[in-house]
């Protein structure tokens, strides 16, 4: 069974540049969540896609950053303009349902802001 | 406000004792709690949680976690530590009432040595 699956593994981006992160869910799980890992801290939760809809962006930040899970197709994180604070790891997870399932984790982009 | 403390930065054990990694939680809700280990460079992997039941909780590789309601704690524990248990460990927190998002705490690095 293939898990979450997240690329690239490793992004790099000038300051101004934008970045596009894909993540794939194991097969079956319609509900993606993203996160951030900036150095020295933990998991942040950013925003959370069920196909086609937004169900919760409390952690995204307001500007620049924005996600979608199309129906067809990867869920794609974009952050516009980048600055050197965006950079950190950031991990996709899916689940099969929001009940009591556990949320599975993919190996995570880590982006680097030169 | 959802929240997860674990107190301890670095926790270090000798193989083949016993070693217990700390957290404390808070929800309005009844909490939903899992347990998740980050090895270098690496996505998260899934260890235990706790939904409903047992307060002792049995997971992945040997570990066990007990949930505490009074002291709001849900601390993971194993009786005997292997060096390939050395990693970072993240305990999270989801109100049961509410969908979606994880509140991990910032992590704690176990070391095991021989």
């Known amino acids: 069974n293939a898990g979450v699956m997240q690329n690239p593994r490793h992004l790099v981006r000038r300051r101004g540049q934008e970045a596009r992160l894909r993540c794939s869910p194991v097969?079956?799980?319609?509900?993606v969540y993203w996160y951030r890992q900036l150095p020295e801290e933990g998991l942040k939760f950013m925003v959370y896609?069920?196909?086609?809809?937004?169900?919760?962006e409390s952690g995204m930040p307001k500007e620049r950053f924005s996600a979608e899970f199309p129906k067809e197709g990867p869920s794609i994180l974009r952050i516009q303009q980048v600055v050197r604070g965006d950079s950190a790891a950031y991990f996709c997870?899916?689940?099969?349902?929001?009940?009591?399932?556990?949320?599975?984790f993919g190996p995570g982009t880590r982006l680097t802001v030169t | 406000a959802q929240s997860v403390a674990q107190p301890e930065d670095q926790v270090n054990v000798a193989e083949g004792n016993p070693l217990t990694v700390k957290c404390t939680y808070s929800?309005?809700?009844?909490?939903?709690l899992f347990w998740y280990v980050q090895y270098p460079n690496r996505g998260l992997q899934f260890l235990l949680k706790?939904?409903?039941?047992?307060?002792l909780v049995k997971g992945s590789y040997g570990f066990e976690a007990e949930f505490n309601k009074s002291q709001t704690s849900f601390h993971l524990k194993k009786p005997s530590a292997l060096v390939s248990d050395s990693a970072l460990y993240f305990c999270?927190?989801?109100?049961?009432?509410?969908?979606?998002?994880?509140?991990f705490g910032q992590g704690t690095e176990l070391s095991v040595k021989p």
């Open positions: 997870a899916s689940s099969l349902s929001t009940g009591q399932g556990e949320q599975y």
């Open positions: 097969k079956g799980h319609s509900h």
């Open positions: 896609l069920q196909k086609e809809n937004i169900i919760d």
């Open positions: 929800v309005s809700g009844n909490p939903y």
């Open positions: 706790y939904i409903t039941g047992d307060n």
């Open positions: 999270a927190v989801r109100d049961g009432n509410q969908g979606g998002k994880l509140i």
